[in-house]
């Protein structure tokens, strides 16, 4: 399915490995022009490469900058400064139990997860008005419709970021203006290791042991591929994906228990 977005220009945040990587991956797929910013530069050095190896007839920029940090944003804007599409990614703020947690620990999880977003999208979302298309997918976490209690500081930072695009997404629609949030429940990528590694330790069971009773948790019974989730980014970032706005794509595997 070709989904239009052909010489598009995309600003894709932590796409040096993960979901990220995949998102940034899918979009270069469909001839979009993609700038990748993620914080690693040796990892984000070998997506890129990688990327062009796949599609050659793409340009594909490196930013390495910490994308929640004023100057990171600042570094990415500058490389790519009239976005069509922009992907937001930060990584989760670590698992624990909110008795230990502080006021700056919250203040620094709203800060990468609920205000960067935020930033990104003011810094951008009115070029996209006047050139009358924009695509803006926030990847958040399944968390902000099925909490889990050992990512307390996610849950609440991710589930403010979706009141806000509630609200500002109807907003920008009739422009053609989408702006979306994807959900990702268990995928097979670094994250879902670390949280394994801790629900390990207070169990006495090994890392292994704790994924692979997840994955069977799953109605699938595994965990997700990163490329799925890459495919799903694409699409509603597509130019006829521009009748969906304000939506919470989850994508676990049917985890989820309910109707709506």
């Known amino acids: 399915m070709d989904m239009g977005i052909a010489g598009r220009k995309a600003l894709v945040c932590g796409a040096s490995k ?4 995949a998102c940034a991956i899918s979009l270069a797929g469909e001839g979009v022009h993609v700038t ?3 914080r690693g530069k040796d990892a984000l050095a070998a997506t890129a490469a990688e990327i062009r190896k796949m599609y050659p ?6 930013v390495a900058e910490d994308i929640t940090t004023p100057a990171g944003r600042e570094a990415a ?5 009239a976005p069509d599409i922009v992907v937001t990614n930060a990584g989760g703020p670590p698992p624990g139990d909110f008795r230990n947690w502080n006021r700056d620990d919250w203040l620094k999880a709203i800060d990468a997860n609920m205000l960067t977003p935020i930033e990104l999208i003011k810094a951008t979302v009115d070029g996209m008005i006047e050139r009358r298309f924009g695509r803006i997918v926030n990847i958040t976490s399944a968390a902000v419709k099925s909490p ?7 849950n609440g930072a991710r589930a403010g970021l979706t009141g806000f695009i509630a609200g500002l997404s109807r907003k920008t629609v009739r ?4 702006i979306n949030n994807l959900l990702p429940g268990p995928f097979n990528t670094d994250r879902i290791r670390g949280v394994a590694a801790t629900q390990a330790k207070g169990s006495g069971k090994t890392i292994e042991e704790v994924l692979e009773a997840r994955a069977k948790e799953n109605p ?8 799925e989730f890459g495919i799903a980014c694409a699409f509603l970032c597509g130019a006829k994906a521009g009748f969906i706005t304000g939506q919470n794509l989850l994508m676990d595997g049917g985890a989820f228990p309910g109707t709506m």
């Open 77 to 81: 804007l500058k490389a790519c400064p």
């Open 36 to 38: 990748l910013v993620a």
């Open 220 to 227: 699938s019974g595994r965990f997700g591929d990163p490329e």
């Open 18 to 21: 993960g979901l990220g990587r």
């Open 148 to 154: 889990i209690e050992v990512l307390g500081l996610s």
């Open 175 to 178: 422009s053609n203006v989408t």
């Open 57 to 62: 007839k793409v340009s594909v920029t490196e």
